[in-house]
């Protein structure tokens, strides 16, 4: 085990630690919001993610955009790949809900049913945007469907730089785009949900959706809600992902998801601030874990952990339900 390159570079490995949880915790949203309110776990969520990051490159490949735009450009095509990737990710997950799951608690349906549907929508959308998108319309557009499941690389937005030296730990432009941009987003979406009145209707529907239907509480406006809440938080991590490492892949969102949906237990599942708890925390320790190993270890490092911290903890670092959620 390498100790004196982890502790020799202990800051910059956490940068990095945290740069990358924050887009972890970003995916986790989705999955503790829908797990929140319905008890459903949603594994379709993670290619929410990625319809987002093809969106991305669709709308600047369709805005013409180049490698290392000036600091202008460069701002529109963030604001341009957010707005794509929030409309993309959200009416996916809209959708989703209106097709699949609805029809399945308008019968009323167990909770078994509704896991297996969420692992066949998984793979549903894992071959849409892997075999059928390329087949009807790689020709079209080559840049983004032109080879069958091949990772497609994206133009740079930003080129790192330093921004901020402390010592020997190096704060690049990108990392502090990715970690700020993440807070602000998480920080809106614990605002909306516990200082707004559609927030007030997502918490009693948690806690009690029967009660909140006396009081007058549309139940399937709320889960609407939450779905494309979600899915917005999807599209902002695609964003980040894009602007960061610069690719993507229809199978993606596989192992990012599992990453995700355990950031979403480590913190609570069903706790929005755990989301973000769990996130930081699950990208830190594979930082650390690749670094005293090899890179190779880290997946197998934070599930290990995802183990541990359950045996000890079941509900997880904070363990505080949605419906619970304090206003």
């Known amino acids: 085990m390498n100790f004196d390159e982890l502790f020799g570079h202990f800051g910059q490995h956490t940068v990095d630690g945290l740069s990358k949880g924050a887009i972890y915790a970003l995916i986790a949203l989705g999955y503790t919001l829908v797990y929140g309110v319905l008890r459903l776990i949603n594994f379709a969520h993670s290619e929410v993610f990625v319809v987002g990051t093809f969106a991305v490159l669709g709308a600047w490949t369709a805005f013409g955009m180049q490698d290392n735009p000036g600091a202008g450009q460069a701002i529109l095509f963030l604001l341009i790949g957010l707005v794509a990737a929030a409309v993309a990710s959200g009416g996916t997950a809209l959708a989703l809900e209106r097709i699949a799951y609805r029809p399945l608690r308008k019968r009323n349906a167990p909770p078994l049913v509704f896991l297996i549907t969420a692992i066949g929508l ?7 945007l892997g075999l059928l998108l390329p087949r009807l319309v790689g020709g079209v557009f080559p840049t983004l469907f032109g080879r069958e499941r091949q990772i497609v690389g994206m133009p740079t937005l930003i080129e790192q730089k330093p921004l901020i030296a402390i010592g020997d730990t190096a704060i690049t ?3 502090a785009i990715v970690f700020f941009s993440a807070l602000l987003m998480m920080a809106m979406l614990d605002w909306f949900i516990n200082r707004t009145r559609y927030g007030r209707g997502v918490r009693a529907v948690a806690q009690n ?70 996130g930081l925390f699950l990208g830190l ?40 959620a304090r206003a």
């Not at 998984?122 to 849409?128: A, G, Q, R, Y």
């Not at 005293?292 to 599930?303: P, R």
């Open 122 to 128: 998984s793979l549903v959308l894992v071959e849409i």
């Open 209 to 278: 959706p029967e009660t909140a239907a006396l009081m007058g509480v549309n139940q399937d406006r709320v889960i609407m809600l939450i779905f494309v809440l979600g899915g917005v938080m999807a599209g902002a991590a695609a964003l980040l992902w894009s602007v960061r490492f610069g690719f993507t892949q229809s199978s993606l969102g596989f192992v990012l998801g599992l990453k995700a949906f355990t950031a979403a237990v480590l913190g609570g599942i069903g706790n929005l601030r755990g989301a973000l708890l769990g």
């Open 285 to 324: 320790v594979e930082v650390y874990a690749a670094t005293l190993y090899t890179s190779a270890w880290e997946d197998v490092v934070a599930f290990v952990v995802l183990i541990v911290v359950l045996m000890f903890r079941p509900t997880g670092l904070l363990g505080e339900s949605l419906g619970r």
């Open 173 to 175: 432009n990108v990392q």
